[in-house]
């Protein structure tokens, strides 16, 4: 499959000989690959490297996201999470597999609200609805579909 970051020269027949000037070519298309990564150094510690929404780059963010009571987008499939308000879990925004993380960063319980047209399951359950995060609690959503999210960890 070619892409920007590697594109392989092919497979050899089976029992050719391959020449040195073959190994430095794929050697130098790895190497190229990796110089298109975002750069890391002083300040980027504690960065995700994650393909962006549109699927077009990878790009580096923060692991831990602090978020008001905006939706939480697509771009933050895998981060943790920190917020001291409510979130309203989006629906049809994320894929079966998709995982987020949310830390309640105050001292009282606040809401994880399932969009309309979202079903947000307490795991272990057959609860359904709004989930209660606990003050200081954590919680993960794990995606079953674009319209299924279960919720685990310090919820109710």
Do not use: C, E, H
Request: glycine share 12%; no cysteine; net charge neutral.
């Amino acid at each position: 499959m070619a892409n920007s970051y590697f594109n392989g020269l092919g497979q050899p027949v089976l029992g050719a000989g391959l020449s040195s000037s073959d190994m430095r070519a794929i050697f130098a298309a790895i190497v190229a690959g990796f110089d298109k990564l975002p750069a890391l150094g002083a300040g980027q510690a504690n960065r995700d490297l994650r393909v962006n929404a549109a699927g077009t780059a990878i790009v580096a963010t923060f692991a831990t996201q602090p978020v008001a009571t905006a939706p939480i987008t697509a771009d933050m499939v895998g981060s943790r999470i920190r917020t001291a308000a409510g979130v309203t879990i989006p629906v049809d925004v994320f894929q079966q597999g998709d995982i987020i993380y949310l830390y309640n960063n105050s001292g009282a319980s606040i809401t994880l609200t399932a969009d309309v047209g979202l079903t947000l399951r307490l795991a272990g359950t057959t609860t359904t609805g709004n989930r209660t995060l606990l003050a200081r609690g954590l919680a993960q959503i794990w995606f079953d579909g674009a319209a299924d999210g279960i919720v685990s960890g310090n919820v109710t």
